[in-house]
């Protein structure tokens, strides 16, 4: 609106002129030469215009005749452009469905129109990797590498194949570039730390945390530097306690409901004699996370006390979470300790339909403390042999302590405190023993019309047969339908990454078409 409004103004200013010319005539006279030329203002006015357009014509013509082979240029990079668009489109189309043979031709066409692109690398990197063609796939990554634009998807696929040929080192070596690179790399900083995790570390992995704080949300970052600090604290627990202690208190501010640094934590107050500060650090973390480690060092704190005193605390620290079975299992072992055998009875026969393998070992040792029943005690062991409990599992890893990391794939805080294998079908349950008969009942002839009763020698050897339990299995899951079109990707493709995982701006990814374009 505003340009149309000016171009009236204009447009009025210039036919006023005119009007004014016209209404003032005069005349003009040049001689030059010997030439006389006399005519009127507005005629010498139009005439001025005249050779003024006719010059810019001719200069415009000129300009666009020198101007020719540059333009012709233009154009046929234009083509080019185009053309390489869509022979990187339809190419890594085709390396996501699959299709090596159409990935391997639209990756010929890109090398013949872009060779230097950067999603032409891309595209020829993908679809060696397609093809299986991994020195090609390492060749075309190194040429990524080597160029400051595309540096860190160089490294990340250099990353990837070194993990493919097995070759930790090399891979920890990429992961380390990357980093130093671009910090902000969440890959690169995760395979470092978990490479110095696994070599024990601690003091270097706490230090690449730190450098990355910033990239990590509050409450991972916390999570993690309460892990890292726990693990150093266990390695100097023997060298150095009064470090250790430090460290391990600071990860228990970081992550109270942390089971191991809890647990840690009370033993080292509890030695410096701060033992209701250590009762405190348990009771926190037992409300949250009820875990076996923690009652047996709640019961440790105070060494001199009896078992009976040690079972009224364990009573005291179980009634925080009523109804948990590590609860249960706290007061039965510790009722077994102080010969309490009715309280461990008690704690255990709410579970002993479906029992879990500590429970099973512990009514075994209690029918032997108490009754003295091998018998029974065989039975339950028999039991414990079908039972499961939780463990530190992680990746399919089952390890009898707590670890800072997988000892599979070196990933941070993976173990988890569950039972490993779940879905598996126990045993029947024990019922009570009936009391037993007495011997007249034993010997006493069977009433009439009754069958005769076993006699004692064939009793005893029911008693001594081994348990047989009957396991009952379970129907096999039905087989989902398969997909209707399947989708099939590269092996190892670093591919596009989450959006919590993206490094690379999304206006970067554009800088290579604006390249083509010219």
Known sequence: MIRIVLFLIVVGALSLGVAWLADRPGDVVIVWQGLRIETSLLVLGAGLVAALVALLAIWSLLRLILRSPGLLSRHLRHRRGVRAYEAISNGLIAVGAGDMAAAQKHA???NRLAPTEPLALLLNAQSAQLAGDRDGAERTFRAMASRADTKPLGLRGLFVEALRRNDPIGARAYAEEAARTAPSLGWASRAVLEARCKDGDWAGALALLEANARTLARDVYRRQRAVLLTAHAHALEDSDRDRAKELVLEAQKLAPTLV????????????????????????KAWRANPHPELAQTYSELRSGDSARDRLKRIEALAAKVPGHVEGALAIARAALSAQEFAKARAALAPYLAAPTKRIALLMAELERAERND????????????HASDPAWTADGHVSDRWLPASPVTGRLDALEWRVPLTGMAGAPA?????APPAPAEISAAP???????????????RERAPFKPELKLEAEPEPKPEPIIPLVHAPDDPGPETAEESETPAAEDNDGWRKIFG
Not at 260 to 283: M, N, T
Not at 430 to 434: G, L, R, T, Y
Not at 449 to 459: C, F, I, L, N, R
Request: aromatic fraction near 2%; hydrophobic fraction near 45%.
């Open 108 to 110: 010929a066409a890109v």
């Open 430 to 434: 024990i019922e009570p023993e009936p």
């Open 374 to 385: 091998e018998g029974r005690a065989r039975e339950w062991l028999a039991r414990a042999v």
């Open 447 to 461: 009433a009439p019309g009754t069958a005769e009763p076993p006699s004692a020698e064939v009793a005893r050897r």
């Open 260 to 283: 191991p640094a809890a647990s840690l934590a009370a033993r080292l107050l509890a030695e410096g004699g701060q033992l209701r500060k250590a009762a405190r650090v348990i009771d």
